[in-house]
Structures are given as C-alpha cells and as structure tokens.
C-alpha cells in the first residue's frame, strides 16, 4: 500500500487488513527496520527523510476521513460576504468543496484544485494567482505568485503544510510552495492552519507558518497511543494557538460526504488572548466554563 500510494495511516491500514493498530503499528516498525518505510505519527510513508514530498495522489489517500472532518469544520468559520486565501493541499481542496455553498464569497488561491472544486459556484467569486505551476500538487509557485498577492488583504489565510511543530509551526518540503505559503500568511488577518493529526510532532525542511503567527488550528482526535501528539498539542495551546479538535460522530445518512460520518459542530466559546491554553473539542454545546475543560481535556489526551 506504501508503494502504491507513497503513504498511508495506521488507521486506514488496519482497517484493511482488519486487525488492530496495535499488531499494525508493530508490524510498521519491523519494515521500518528492514529500510521499507519510514515512520511518521499516524502512519508510514516511502523512505527518503526531509526532502521527500509525497505527490497529490499519495496525499489524497491519506487520512481521507481526518481531512474530510477537519474541512467541515473549518468551513464553518467562513461567513457569508467574507473574502479569504485558500492554499494548496488535499485537505483545503476539502474545504473548498465545502466553500462552494457560501454565498458572496470570494477566494484568493494559487490551487488549481482550489479553484476547480469552486468553478461552478454561483455566487463565489474565486481570484488565481499568477505563477508557474507545479505538477505534483497542481500549485502556482515562484515569483509572478508571490507579486500577485503584494498589497492583498483578506479576512482568514487557510493553510496547510506537510508538518506541524510547536517549534517551528507549520512547514513544507518544497521551498517554492514555502515561499508562497508566507505570502499567503501575509495577505490574512487571522492564519487557520488545517492539519491532521498524522502531521504532528513532523518537521519538515522548510517554516511557512510560526507558531506565533497561527490564530487557530483545525485538527482531528490523536489516536490513544499517540502521545507525542497530544505533547505537540499541549505545546501549541501554551503558546496561544487555539485549537479545535474535529471529532467525528456516527450518522444515518451520507448527505455530508462521509459515508455515514459528520463532524461535531465547535462550540460558540470568546476568543482568548495569546499565553492562554485554548485546546477545544468540536462539540454541540457550549462550555460554562472553558478554561477548566480545556486543561481536562489535554490532560486527558495526555494520558492516553
């Protein structure tokens, strides 16, 4: 599976050979020791450390559940009216589809994805970069993207990226798309930073997001076992970020595109100040008191 699509997640890996993730995280390891594949949080990817960047049709096989959860909630931070950037990525080709339904929207992107899943939305207005395209992730790079976004101003960037630290922030492996990334970041008020969960605690070669810079972080439930996850968690709410955690919750129907899966909904709780822990968990209801449940709920993540 690692060879035909250049990763896959321990989640999607049990569930096709329909044992535990236990037996499949052991098993991952014994490759790894023989120089099949590397390991990274959540799954496997072929051999190659820093450089390598998996190309669309591997990342789209990736996390798709994560990624699908992870876009429905970000898409209910966009308003009506509302004018944002969109980056390149699987997961905000996600958040796209999603965008289509939000009327008087306009969307910078230098995604050809991005802008193929809005091309037929009625009242979304959707503005290209300029640039040279690069093949393996259907971007626009280089510097006619760059000087395209100068003097740019829009309500929210969504980004993602190939790694996510509490260190160094979100980064990627290819200095073109890097670049443009952190032009992206500079045409946006607030930066939403759209990463699941396999992407934690991995760091890549080169920073488009500081952590300081990031408003928010959409992400899913770090398996149990995963605990240096849940560290990288901890770590980026320490540092102000806020972050909500896109869980999943069985359905009857598959009207959301989910086969029979929608995310919870995120609380309608105030926006805290930088230096305070904001980890939040999607969820139907609102919390009297937020402080206390969110360091209940990383301590909790911590734990398992």
Known sequence: MVRANGAVSLRELARVVQTSEVTVRRDVRALEAEGLLDRRHGGAVLPGGFTRESGFPQKSHLATAEKTAIADVAASLV????????????????????????????????????????AHAN??????????????????????????????RVSRAFLSGSGLTAERGLSTSNMLSASVDRALVQAAAEVVV?????????DTMFQTVPTDVMTRLVTDEPPPH???????????????????????????G??????????????????????????RTAGPLPDPQ?????RARVADLRRR
């Open 79 to 118: 308003e009506e009216g509302e004018a944002v950037v969109v980056g390149a990525g699987t997961t905000t080709q996600e958040l796209a589809r999603r965008l289509a339904r939000v009327p008087g929207l306009t969307v910078v992107t230098n995604s050809l994805l991005v802008a193929q899943a809005l």
């Open 123 to 152: 009242r979304v207005e959707v503005v290209m970069t300029g640039g040279t395209l690069r093949g393996s992730n259907y971007a626009l790079v280089g510097s006619g993207a760059e000087q395209s976004l100068q003097g740019l």
């Open 194 to 202: 759209l990463a699941d969960h396999t992407k934690l605690g991995t």
């Open 226 to 252: 995963d605990d240096r996850a849940a560290t990288e968690l901890q770590a980026l709410a320490d540092q102000g970020v806020q972050i909500t955690i896109a869980g999943a919750v069985p359905s009857g």
């Open 254 to 279: 598959t009207g959301d595109g989910m086969a029979g899966r929608r995310p919870r909904r995120e609380s309608p709780l105030p926006v805290q100040r930088r230096g305070a822990h904001q980890l």
């Open 290 to 294: 937020p402080g206390e449940r969110e």
